[in-house]
């Protein structure tokens, strides 16, 4: 079965520490991946998407993702968090030429001041 | 509005009833789509629309669950015979063209569903 995998569910760091969130999908073919967070209170929201072409995507907010097709990935990456990242993170996936957009289970980031 | 909009935003009901979710998408967003989310875990697909016509609903989970869309605008979700598993909070999203196509889908607030 299609699936998107986040390893981990709940991360805690300190200001300024550097980030990476995983994500793996068990789809072949042609993929178009994402990341859309959801800040506490608020509605998820897109945070960055891939399609084609340069596989390391930049995202708002200082995020970036690559893509790493042999490895079936797309981990979230940012160099240095900020205590307003504090959020849940979910990664989806568009496998094939259906329109419908999975998600996994998400990661909560937890940012210490 | 400027975004999507869903009512209610809170629907308690008791085990057997029948509930209607509601919502509005971004004015000219083609693409809608339903969400269930349960606490702890990432959105669960539902269906999409693509205009009037359910163009995915492979994710309904089963015949008591209904969605339309009938004039390719505000979008129902029917749930009926309603369970204690059902609770949840419900996510509608609509698209300018479709996940597919623009990779952005816009997300309400959701309609959080108690069945007691």
């Known amino acids: 079965a299609q699936s998107v995998s986040q390893h981990n569910h709940h991360v805690i760091l300190s200001e300024a520490a550097s980030l990476e969130l995983g994500c793996n999908y068990s789809y072949g073919g042609t993929v178009n991946l994402f990341w859309y967070v959801q800040y506490p209170g608020q509605h998820l929201q897109l945070l960055l998407k891939?399609?084609?072409?340069?596989?390391l995507v930049k995202g708002i907010k200082g995020f970036e993702a690559e893509f790493i097709k042999s490895k079936f990935s797309f981990n979230l990456r940012k160099p240095s968090v900020q205590w307003s990242d504090t959020a849940e993170y979910f990664c989806?996936?568009?496998?094939?030429?259906?329109?419908?957009?999975?998600f996994g289970q998400g990661t909560t980031l937890q940012v210490k001041p | 509005g400027a975004g999507v909009s869903q009512t209610p935003s809170n629907k308690v009901t008791e085990k057997g009833k029948y509930v209607e979710l509601r919502c509005d998408p971004i004015s000219g967003h083609t693409a809608l789509y339903w969400y269930r989310q349960s606490l702890g875990q990432g959105p669960e697909f539902l269906i999409y629309f693509q205009g009037t016509g359910a163009a995915d609903d492979s994710g309904l989970p089963n015949d008591r669950f209904f969605a339309v869309r009938p004039e390719g605008s505000v979008s129902t979700l029917k749930i009926q015979r309603t369970e204690r598993g059902d609770s949840a909070v419900y996510l509608c999203?609509?698209?300018?063209?479709?996940?597919?196509?623009?990779?952005?889908?816009?997300f309400g607030e959701g309609s959080r569903l108690t069945v007691l």
């Open positions: 989806a996936v568009i496998s094939g030429n259906t329109g419908k957009l999975l």
């Open positions: 891939y399609f084609s072409g340069d596989p």
């Open positions: 999203a609509s698209s300018l063209e479709g996940a597919r196509n623009t990779g952005e889908l816009f």
